[in-house]
C-alpha cells in the first residue's frame, strides 16, 4: 500500500484546541507535512475532556474545521479534511451523548474514545455500554498507550468481540512510545485486531505524519495486507458514509 492512500483518522490539526497546534500558521505548517507526502484525507479529532480547557463543543468545532478548510484552499494545500473528535472516557457519557456534546468522525456514527492512559478510579469499560445501548459505534484510540491494557490485554479481545474497534497509532509499531506500547501492539497485530492505524499527529515536529522511510518500515512491521485494511479501507468507509 502507498503512503498517498493513507487515510488519517486521528490527529491534531485544529488550532488553539488541546495540544496540537497553537495556532493556524502552525496547523497549516502540519497540513503541509500531510501533503509532502502525499497524504490527502485526514481526519481532525481535538481533544474533547470535560472541565478542561480541552472541550470545545460541536459547533466551535465545525466551525474551526470549516475556517482550516477554507484557509487550506487559501494557502493552496490539496488536504479533505474530515471532522471529529477524541473524546475522553470519562463517567456518565451517556448523558453528554443524549445532550449532543459529543462529534462522531465525520458523517458516519462511530466515535473516537480515548481511554485513560493511568488507572483510574471509575468504571473505564461501562462507558462502551453508553454508546453500544444507543446503538452508536465505537473507535478506542491508542489502547496500546494505556496501562490497564498493557496488564490486561484480554481485555481488548473482549471488546472488540463486542464491536469495538480498535485503532493502534503507527508510532506504537515503529517504537516512539516506549517498549510496553510496542509490545501491546504487536500482540494485537498477532491476535488480528488492529482496526485502524493512525498517526495521532500533533504538530510539523517530533509528533508528525509518517514520511516514506518510516511507511516502508511500518509495512514490513504489520505487512501489506494489514496495513491496507487499517489505514485505507477501514478508514475509507468512515469518510463515505
Avoid at 36 to 58: C, D, N, Q, R, S
Avoid at 61 to 85: D, K, Q, Y
Amino acid at each position: 500500500m502507498r503512503l498517498d492512500e493513507f487515510v488519517d483518522i486521528h490527529a491534531h490539526l485544529l488550532p488553539g484546541f488541546d495540544d496540537g497546534p497553537a495556532t493556524l500558521a502552525e496547523s497549516l505548517e502540519l497540513a503541509r507535512c500531510y501533503a509532502g507526502a502525499g497524504i490527502g484525507t485526514v481526519f481532525a479529532t481535538p481533544h474533547y475532556l470535560p472541565g478542561t480547557a480541552w472541550a470545545a463543543g460541536p459547533e466551535k468545532t465545525l466551525a474551526a474545521t470549516a475556517g482550516l478548510r477554507e484557509a487550506l484552499s487559501g494557502a493552496g494545500i490539496a488536504l479533505r479534511v474530515f471532522c471529529g473528535m477524541e473524546i475522553a472516557i470519562t463517567r456518565q457519557m451517556g448523558k453528554n451523548l443524549d445532550k449532543g456534546l459529543y462529534l462522531p468522525l465525520g458523517n458516519s456514527s462511530f466515535y473516537l474514545l480515548e481511554p485513560p492512559l493511568e488507572p483510574v478510579s471509575f468504571d473505564v469499560f461501562a462507558a462502551f455500554n453508553d454508546f453500544i445501548e444507543r446503538r452508536k459505534g465505537v473507535i478506542l484510540a491508542h489502547p496500546e498507550r494505556c496501562a490497564i491494557f498493557q496488564k490486561y490485554p484480554d481485555r481488548l479481545r473482549e471488546l472488540h468481540a463486542r464491536g469495538i474497534g480498535l485503532q493502534v497509532n503507527l508510532g506504537s509499531f515503529l517504537g516512539r512510545f516506549g517498549r510496553r506500547p510496542q509490545r501491546l501492539a504487536m500482540l494485537l497485530l498477532e491476535w488480528g485486531l488492529v482496526d485502524y492505524i493512525a498517526s495521532d499527529a500533533h504538530n510539523a515536529g517530533r509528533r508528525r505524519p509518517p514520511d516514506r522511510a518510516e511507511w516502508q518500515r511500518l509495512e514490513k512491521i504489520v505487512g501489506d495486507e494489514t496495513l491496507a485494511l487499517a489505514a485505507r479501507d477501514n478508514p475509507l468507509r468512515l469518510a463515505a458514509e
